[in-house]
T-cell receptor
C-alpha cells in the first residue's frame, strides 16, 4: 500500500508565476489536508478536502491560494502570483475517514522556493 | 480556535538519558493528541498518539501522558539514542477532527 505521494518534491518559481502542488492520498483514503511549514517553524493547517468538496479552508490565505480534490486524480494546491513569502514546505496528509482520532499520514512534502 | 504551546524549543541530552517534551492546549473540546517526529528534510512521522479517554500510553521507549483537567500532555522518551535526534511536534485535534493544530516543535539532540 503506497503512502501519500506528493509532486513535485522541489519547485522553483519566480515572483508572479503560478505554483501547482499535487497530492495523491493513500489508497482508500478520501480525506486530504494541506499544511504549510515555514523554515524552522511548525506546521500550519491550510485546508481540508474530501472528494469534490472543500470542508474547511479556515487556514487558507484569502487571496492567491486555492485547493481542489476532484473526483478523479490528485488533490491540487494552487498558488497564483507567488511572492517570496510563499517559500515553504507544503505537506499534505490523508486519513481514511472523518471524525475525532483518525490518524493523518503525511506525504514527503513539496519544497517551494520563490526567487 | 485551538492554540498549542510546546516546550522546550531545544533539548540536548546524553545518550541513555530520558527526554521530556511538554505541550499545553487551549480548546477543552480537543480529544486527540498525536506526536510526530520529523527528521531534517523528511516528512512528519506519527510516533504515538493518545485520546482523551486515557491518561497514559506506552510504546517501547516512548510514552505519552495526558492531563485533561490541566490541558497539557507530555512525551517521554527513555534510554535515548542518537537516532532519536530530530524535531518533535505535538498536535491537538479540534472537536470535528478535521485539522491538527501543531505546537512549535522541539529540536532534540542526543549526544553519544
Amino acid at each position: 500500500n503506497a503512502g501519500v505521494m506528493q509532486n513535485p518534491r522541489h519547485l522553483v518559481r519566480r515572483r508572479g508565476q503560478e505554483a501547482r502542488l499535487r497530492c495523491s492520498p493513500m489508497k482508500g483514503h478520501s480525506h486530504v489536508y494541506w499544511y504549510r511549514q515555514l523554515p524552522e517553524e511548525g506546521l500550519k493547517f491550510m485546508v481540508y478536502l474530501q472528494k469534490e468538496n472543500i470542508i474547511d479552508e479556515s487556514g487558507m490565505p484569502k487571496e492567491r491560494f486555492s485547493a481542489e480534490f476532484p473526483k478523479e486524480g490528485p488533490s491540487i494546491l494552487r498558488i497564483q502570483q507567488v511572492v517570496r513569502g510563499d517559500s515553504a514546505a507544503y505537506f499534505c496528509a490523508s486519513s481514511p475517514r472523518q471524525g475525532d482520532g483518525y490518524e493523518q499520514y503525511f506525504g514527503p512534502g513539496t519544497r517551494l522556493t520563490v526567487t | 480556535g485551538e492554540n498549542v504551546e510546546q516546550h522546550p524549543s531545544t533539548l540536548s541530552v546524553q545518550e541513555g538519558d530520558s527526554a521530556v517534551i511538554k505541550c499545553t492546549y487551549s480548546d477543552s473540546a480537543s480529544n486527540y493528541f498525536p506526536w510526530y517526529k520529523q527528521e531534517l528534510g523528511k516528512r512528519p512521522q506519527l510516533i504515538i498518539d493518545i485520546r482523551s479517554n486515557v491518561g497514559e500510553k506506552k510504546d517501547q521507549r516512548i510514552a505519552v501522558t495526558l492531563n485533561k483537567t490541566a490541558k497539557h500532555f507530555s512525551l517521554h522518551i527513555t534510554e535515548t539514542q542518537p537516532e532519536d535526534s530530530a524535531v518533535y511536534f505535538c498536535a491537538a485535534s479540534n472537536n470535528a477532527g478535521n485539522m491538527l493544530t501543531f505546537g512549535g516543535g522541539t529540536r532534540l539532540m542526543v549526544k553519544p
